[in-house]
């Protein structure tokens, strides 16, 4: 990710150059874009270290949660900074054109800046697929519902980088083409709507998390048969997981112990269950209580 954040600055300080000496309004777009995406790299570096600090007495869930609030600072700064900048630029350039010059740098700094962004996001896509295929998800689906916001917010800024180049060599090239600023300026205009829409899911999805969401039911299953398998266990009548940040969930469940153990032991056997439960890297905390007789069973699967 520190290599991102410096790809990224070199970027926008190359289309803040271009957009300065063509005074094209997609290259200005293209410019804010970059800048608010080397802005929300150092706010995912904050919360991908922030999230990982241990829990504490007075956090006894520990911080993952830190992921989901600086992700969403991030998020936020996308769609004022990138989306707002962007559509009120195009704006002012519809009302008041301007002519543009030097097309030569702006094509030069659009195609060095499509390699370089092309590069990190087939690293984003590689992780998403490798993620994706482990949650048997599919891949749009695994870069939505991820519990990691750092990984869906590098591979879905990494795509509108493409989309948003793409954009802006079209608003340029029809400039260059037509010798109206008309085009130049909606192109602006289409890179802040695509930014807008971006940072629009990332922050639902954040707050979704923020708030509280459900393990997925892959996650959930396997949290079920971890309880099976624990040969203290004969069933499990009720279970929730809920996510406490990227890959962590707290699991609390009600099961029915083998066996006819004496009262005084039950809840010796029901904490050894659950820190043998919580020796699982995804399981931050887990809290276990007795069933009553009437409860039905779960099984894995049955959703």
Not at 174 to 199: M, Y
Not at 272 to 282: G, T, V
């Given at each position: 990710?520190v290599?991102?954040?410096?790809?990224?600055?070199?970027?926008?300080?190359?289309?803040?150059?271009?957009?300065?000496?063509?005074?094209?309004?997609?290259?200005?777009?293209?410019?804010?874009?970059?800048?608010?995406?080397?802005?929300n790299?150092?706010?995912?570096?904050?919360?991908?270290?922030?999230?990982?600090?241990?829990?504490?007495?007075?956090?006894?869930?520990?911080f993952?949660?830190?992921?989901?609030?600086?992700?969403?600072?991030?998020?936020?700064?996308?769609?004022?900074?990138?989306?707002?900048?962007?559509?009120?630029?195009?704006?002012?350039?519809?009302?008041?054109?301007?002519p543009?010059?030097?097309?030569?740098?702006?094509?030069?700094?659009?195609?060095?800046?499509?390699?370089?962004?092309?590069?990190?996001?087939?690293?984003?896509?590689?992780?998403?697929?490798?993620?994706?295929?482990?949650?048997?998800?599919?891949?749009l689906?695994?870069?939505?519902?991820?519990?990691?916001?750092?990984?869906?917010?590098?591979?879905?800024?990494?795509?509108?980088?493409?989309?948003?180049?793409?954009?802006?060599?079209?608003?340029?090239?029809?400039?260059?083409?037509?010798?109206?600023?008309?085009?130049?300026?909606?192109?602006?205009?289409?890179?802040?709507?695509?930014?807008?829409?971006?940072?629009?899911?990332l922050?639902?999805?954040?707050?979704?998390?923020l708030?509280?969401?459900?393990?997925?039911?892959?996650?959930?299953?396997?949290?079920?048969?971890?309880?099976?398998?624990?040969?203290?266990?004969?069933?499990?009548?009720?279970?929730r997981?809920?996510?406490?940040?990227?890959?962590?969930?707290?699991?609390?469940?009600?099961?029915?112990?083998a066996?006819?153990?004496?009262?005084?032991?039950?809840?010796?056997?029901?904490?050894?269950?659950?820190?043998?439960?919580?020796?699982?890297?995804?399981?931050?905390?887990a809290?276990?209580?007795?069933?009553?007789?009437?409860?039905?069973?779960?099984t894995p699967?049955?959703?």
């Open positions: 990710m290599l991102a954040f410096a790809a990224n600055l070199a970027i926008a300080v190359a289309k803040s150059v271009a957009a300065a000496l063509t005074g094209s309004a997609s290259m200005v777009a293209e410019a804010t874009h970059s800048w608010a995406d080397t802005g790299e150092v706010l995912l570096l904050i919360a991908n270290r922030r999230s990982r600090h241990p829990a504490d007495r007075a956090h006894p869930l520990g993952g949660r830190e992921a989901y609030i600086w992700s969403m600072f991030a998020a936020l700064g996308l769609f004022a900074l990138g989306a707002g900048v962007s559509i009120t630029h195009g704006v002012q350039e519809l009302i008041h054109p301007e543009a010059s030097d097309y030569g740098v702006a094509y030069a700094v659009l195609g060095i800046s499509f390699v370089l962004e092309a590069i990190s996001f087939r690293q984003a896509y590689r992780q998403v697929r490798s993620e994706a295929a482990s949650a048997d998800r599919d891949l689906e695994h870069a939505l519902k991820t519990s990691d916001p750092t990984v869906r917010a590098v591979f879905a800024e990494d795509a509108a980088a493409l989309i948003g180049l793409v954009i802006a060599f079209t608003g340029v090239l029809a400039h260059q083409l037509t010798g109206s600023p008309v085009p130049d300026a909606i192109g602006s205009i289409l890179v802040g709507v695509l930014l807008g829409v971006i940072a629009v899911v922050i639902d999805r954040n707050r979704r998390f708030v509280g969401e459900e393990a997925s039911p892959q996650l959930r299953d396997a949290g079920l048969q971890a309880l099976l398998d624990l040969p203290e266990v004969d069933r499990v009548t009720m279970l997981m809920e996510y406490l940040g990227p890959r962590q969930v707290y699991l609390v469940a009600a099961v029915d112990l066996g006819d153990a004496a009262e005084h032991t039950v809840a010796e056997i029901l904490d050894r269950c659950a820190r043998r439960l919580e020796q699982r890297s995804h399981i931050r905390k809290v276990l209580s007795l069933a009553t007789a009437d409860e039905p069973a779960l699967g049955a959703g």
